[in-house]
C-alpha cells in the first residue's frame, strides 16, 4: 500500500509506502496524479518516503509500477528519495538511468530540506 498526499499549491506528491507495493497502488496514485498533471502540466516534485525499499508483492505489481513510471516520468521536475539509508541512498544513481526528472537522496532528518529543493524546482 502506498500512501500518499498531493500538494496542489506546490505541485508536490509525497509518497510513503506501507508494505509491500501492488498494482492497485500505482492506479490510485494515477487517478489522484493524472488530472493534476492534465490541468498543470506535470509535477514540481515527488517525494518518495520510506525507512527502506518495501519490494512488490508480485510480478503484476512490478509491471504495473513500471508502467506507471514510464507513463509519468516526464512529468515530474525533481523526485526527493528520503530514507535513513540501503537502496534508497543510492535511489538517485539507478533512477538516473530510467527518469528525465532530477533526483537526490535526503537523509530521513534531512526531510524539511528535500521539501525545500522540491518547491525549488521548476514549474
Do not use: T
Not at 518516503?49 to 508480485?58: I, L, R, V
Request: glycine letters at 10%; aromatic letters at 8%.
Amino acid at each position: 500500500m502506498i500512501q500518499h498526499e498531493l500538494d496542489e499549491s506546490s505541485g508536490i506528491l509525497v509518497i510513503q509506502p506501507d508494505g509491500r507495493l501492488e498494482s492497485g497502488d500505482f492506479e490510485k496514485l494515477a487517478a489522484v496524479v493524472d488530472p493534476y498533471i492534465e490541468k498543470h502540466g506535470g509535477l514540481r516534485g515527488l517525494m518518495v518516503e520510506a525507512a527502506s525499499f518495501p519490494g512488490w508483492s508480485d510480478f503484476g505489481a512490478l509491471v504495473s509500477h513500471l508502467k506507471f513510471v514510464r507513463g509519468h516520468h516526464q512529468k515530474v521536475a525533481r523526485v526527493a528519495a528520503v530514507s535513513d539509508g540501503g537502496v534508497m541512498k543510492i535511489a538517485p544513481q539507478i533512477a538516473g538511468h530510467f527518469v528525465q526528472a532530477e533526483v537526490r537522496y535526503f537523509d530521513s532528518s534531512k526531510r524539511a530540506a528535500a521539501l525545500e529543493w522540491l518547491k525549488d524546482a521548476p514549474e
